[in-house]
T-cell receptor
Framework: EDQVTQSPEALRLQEGESSSLNCSYT??????LFWYRQDPGKGPEFLFT???AGEEKEKERLKATLTKKESFLHITAPKPEDSATYLC????????????FGKGTRLHILP | ETGVTQSPTHLIKTRGQQVTLRCSSQ?????VSWYQQALGQGPQFIFQ???????GRGNFPPRFSGLQFPNYSSELNVNALELDDSALYLC????????????FGPGTRLLVL
């Protein structure tokens, strides 16, 4: 069964303290892995798509990487405005257009 | 360019009732997907509509149904509401069925009592 597991569930960091969020996945053939940011009371906001192992993408203080079993979202020198829930999702090769989300990591950056 | 909008923002229903949620897709988008997000969980895929036809469905019973209109707006209908249907319902629109850049609306928060 296709599955996505995110860790940790919650993370508190001081402003400027870099860290990484993990997304482990098991799918029967990966079509794409997605990262989203979700603020309280809002819908998810698209950040990145990764397609193959070794791929990396960056946007401001965020960098997403992909291996055959997991993806990392690295946050460098975070600011309080980076506080949000970060969601990982995968689209399986044989799953049509369905995507499977993890439960997310709640990130809180303290000023 | 307008974003994805959903109505209503909040809704309270009682068990056994029926509900209709609405979604207006982003201008130029022809695909709408619906998701259910329970508190503390990630979104779960309900189904997708492409050019007015359902073309993908998650593990949700038939009492969850939908429509897409010629202007690509969409409705989610849920019959015989159960307490576990309480959740945030999200719609997302995209151009084509690729999930690479689907844009989510703010959601409708449904509470079933």
């Amino acid at each position: 069964e296709d599955q996505v597991t995110q860790s940790p569930e919650a993370l508190r960091l001081q402003e400027g303290e870099s860290s990484s969020l993990n997304c482990s996945y098991t799918v029967s053939g990966l079509r794409g892995l997605f990262w989203y940011r979700q603020d309280p009371g809002k819908g998810p906001e698209f950040l990145f798509t990764l397609y193959s192992a070794g791929e990396e993408k960056e946007k401001e203080r965020l960098k997403a990487t992909l291996t055959k079993k997991e993806s990392f979202l690295h946050i460098t020198a975070p600011k309080p405005e980076d506080s949000a829930t970060y969601l990982c999702a995968v689209q399986a090769a044989g799953g049509g257009d369905k995507i499977i989300f993890g439960k997310g990591t709640r990130l809180h950056i303290l000023p | 360019e307008t974003g994805v909008t959903q109505s209503p923002t909040h809704l309270i229903k009682t068990r056994g009732q029926q509900v209709t949620l609405r979604c207006s897709s982003q201008s130029g988008h022809n695909t709408v997907s619906w998701y259910q997000q329970a508190l503390g969980q990630g979104p779960q895929f309900i189904f997708q509509y492409y050019r007015e036809e359902e073309n993908g469905r998650g593990n949700f019973p038939p009492r969850f149904s939908g429509l897409q209109f010629p202007n690509y707006s969409s409705e989610l209908n849920v019959n015989a509401l159960e307490l576990d249907d309480s959740a945030l319902y999200l719609c997302a629109s995209s151009l084509g069925t690729s999930k690479e850049t689907q844009y989510f609306g703010p959601g409708t928060r449904l509470l079933v009592l």
